[in-house]
């Protein structure tokens, strides 16, 4: 090992580069966007993107046996989202914020009626309005029949016009006063690059004395849906038999998206327009005797009145609203409640409204379709226990380069490193996959296997491979050092009497000459100046040696290129 001193300290140099890059967040960049890969090869679980068209399912959906596949997004989800969409805007054809009274009370009612679980509104009531007693009073017959209302909580901090700090913004008293309204956060928590991957459970922080303890909207639409108590663990949080692990032991966990932004060519919930469930045939225009709720009278045709009837039963289809999560919130990108996540780009699919933001979070949990995070993907801010995995990874990776750099060739060393990385790469995305033949499925265009509940496990994959990368780095720099530094002495050592071909051969083959020599055919020539002694009296010692200078240089020269060696002068 003594030998190999400066390629070992050169090997420990790497470690610590790594560790600092991967702690300080450098590669957290593209770990994200690695993060984000693995969902756009993955693809979607539910929607209109499962089937080539609407009689044909995609072939690697086509399986029985994996449940996390929703092959009918309105019947195996449990949430409904129900939108303000550019159409409701256009048919209700009203100023926003709309009344209370004229819609929202009208929802809630005709939700109700059609016999939904949970009505959840991804919408601010903090202002107290003249409608807010009709409100009241829907909110309090939906509870009489079961019905849970979450309402919209806002834990940023904010600061008022008159510099007064708010640690909690929340529906006016004049909703929820006298009811068992319950209230979900709403805040959303982004990663530096502003994509949203995880979301929050709960905030212990919030100080307010409504109810006791605030979790996020979607934790808070389960409660309500399950009506189990959460119970808090040390690893994650527990709803019953649902349990959400946490993140880096934050109050956070990874969605595991079921795909893109469904407000778009691909719909992956079942949307329902906002204008729809306010058409519950109670107003026909052209009977003259009330005013409808919607100015378009052209898209009045009572859709909600189907679905309260009590004759309707499975035979007539697939009923959207029933035992369901109603999840109401805008759609409208002038309100600017849009974010990026990991498949913002799929499919030239854009941003993701925040409505369907909170449907996705809602349905993971209930699907239980948890994202696996043994070891943390990214570096800034992580715990001591990350943090010595992560030294552990690098040093087995660095001084795996650094062997396999002292035992082996460059070009079998070089071969190898590569090797590594790809098992490593194959292994961190294939876990996510559950498919460790995702890489050649992908180059041959094999479908690439759908991981089942809970299966998908983020392993990282830029610093394992930064490790390999900086070991073969440094400890190649340090073998072309040594490489150089041997040619060189045997050059000056044997460059002045042998050729410079069998210097190189020396080198190649690692043999020094050996005393004995090699038996063999060879030319022997010893050359001799006439009448030396003589002319060599005349001359002066200078004079002399310059003469020699000059004869045994042309003589060397010629010796050598020729492949000669040179045993005296």
Not at 203 to 218: E, G, H, L, P, T
């Amino acid at each position: 090992m003594k030998k190999h001193r400066l390629a070992y300290f050169l090997t420990v140099v790497a470690i610590l580069l790594n560790i600092i890059l991967y702690w300080s967040g450098v590669y957290d960049p593209l770990e994200q966007n690695l993060y984000d890969y693995r969902f756009k090869l993955r693809g979607p679980l539910s929607g209109d993107y499962l089937y080539e068209n609407p009689n044909e399912l995609k072939s690697r959906y086509n399986t029985i046996n994996n449940k996390a596949i929703k092959l009918n997004h309105s019947k195996d989800n449990d949430v409904v989202i129900i939108g303000i969409d550019q159409d409701s805007y256009t048919n209700i054809g009203r100023f926003y914020p709309y009344n209370r009274a004229l819609i929202w009370a009208k929802v809630i009612d005709n939700l109700v009626a059609a016999d939904i679980s949970v009505i959840a509104f991804d919408i601010m009531f903090d202002n107290e309005t003249t409608s807010d007693s009709v409100l009241l009073n829907s909110i309090k017959k939906a509870e009489q029949k079961g019905v849970e209302i979450v309402l919209a909580a806002n834990n940023k901090i904010e600061t008022g016009i008159a510099g007064q700090k708010f640690n909690l913004i929340k529906p006016s008293n004049s909703i929820i006063s006298n009811t068992n309204v319950k209230l979900g956060l709403i805040g959303t928590i982004s990663d530096k690059d502003g994509f949203v991957r995880r979301y929050i459970t709960f905030d212990n922080q919030v100080n307010d004395v409504y109810q006791k303890d605030y979790y996020s909207f979607a934790l808070q639409s389960v409660i309500s849906f399950t009506k189990q108590s959460p119970k808090i663990k040390k690893d994650g949080l527990r709803i019953g038999d649902l349990f959400i692990p946490h993140y880096a032991n934050e109050n956070t966990f990874l969605i595991n998206y079921f795909g893109p932004n469904s407000y778009e060519r691909i719909k992956t919930f079942n949307l329902i327009p906002l204008h729809e469930v306010l058409d519950d045939g109670s107003c026909y225009p052209e009977e003259g005797d009330c005013d409808p709720i919607l100015r378009n009278h052209d898209s009045i045709d009572g859709f909600m009145e189907i679905f309260s009837m009590p004759e309707w039963n499975s035979q007539n289809g697939i009923h959207p609203f029933k035992n369901k999560i109603a999840v109401i919130g805008s759609a409208l990108k002038e309100h600017h409640d849009l974010f990026n996540t990991p498949f913002s780009g799929f499919n030239n699919t854009g941003e993701m409204f925040g409505v369907e933001l909170h449907a996705n979070a809602i349905q993971h949990i209930l699907d239980q379709n948890n994202i696996q995070n043994p070891i943390s993907f990214k570096g800034a801010n992580i715990s001591f226990y990350d943090k010595f995995i992560s030294f552990l990874i690098s040093m087995i990776a660095s001084f795996l380069i650094f062997f396999i750099m002292i035992y082996f060739s460059p070009i079998i060393s070089m071969v190898l490193t590569f090797l590594v990385i790809f098992i490593w790469v194959n292994i961190s995305i294939g876990s996510f996959l559950n498919d460790f033949l995702w890489f050649f499925k992908y180059i041959l265009n094999i479908d690439i296997s759908i991981p089942n509940i809970g299966s998908s496990v983020i392993l990282p994959v830029i610093y394992p491979i930064s490790s390999v990368i900086l070991s073969y780095g440094f400890n190649l720099s340090y073998k072309l050092y040594n490489e150089n530094k041997n040619k060189k002495f045997l050059k000056n050592t044997f460059g002045n009497y042998i050729s410079s071909d069998l210097v190189e051969e020396m080198y190649k083959t690692h043999q020094v000459p050996e005393l004995g020599g090699k038996e063999g055919y060879h030319t022997l020539i010893f050359s001799d100046i006439a009448s030396f002694s003589s002319f060599s009296e005349e001359l002066s010692a200078t004079e002399l040696v310059e003469l020699l200078n000059e004869y045994l240089t042309e003589m060397t020269q010629i010796i050598l290129n020729n492949g000669g060696t040179i045993d005296k002068y």
